[in-house]
Nanobody, 122 residues
């Protein structure tokens, strides 16, 4: 059974910083891409940042230069460092990982975390 657990969300003032973490646990064999999404009330879920197994990254235009995604393969964890936060960054942030398990190492599936709330407000 694979679980993704996010942490690090909260309330922060505009211009502040937060660091989100998403740790995967279970009988994991290999993790491919790790991605952060967010969803604000009334909006569709949108991609925020992605990092591949090779370390390549891509970002939504709205967060480029402010957010940094990174991963620790030894800990099966992906991070999102968010700086210079704006009120429009307020959303529930979800992590998404494409991974295979020891049950069948050749099949990769998508797993989602439960989400963590980020609120940017004065």
């Amino acid at each position: 059974q694979v679980q993704l657990v996010e942490s690090g969300g909260g309330l922060v003032q505009p211009g502040g910083s937060l660091r989100l973490s998403c740790a995967a646990s279970g009988n994991i064999f290999s993790i491919s891409a790790m991605t952060w999404y967010r969803q604000a009330p009334g909006n569709e879920r949108e991609l925020v940042a992605r990092i591949t197994s090779a370390g390549s990254t891509n970002y939504a235009d709205s967060v480029k230069g402010r957010f940094t995604i990174s991963r620790d393969n030894a800990k099966n964890t992906v991070y999102l460092q968010m700086n210079r936060l704006k009120p429009e960054d307020t959303a529930v942030y979800y992590c998404n990982e494409v991974l295979s398990t020891d049950v069948d190492r050749s099949i990769f599936r998508i797993y989602w975390g439960q989400g963590t709330q980020v609120t940017v407000s004065s």
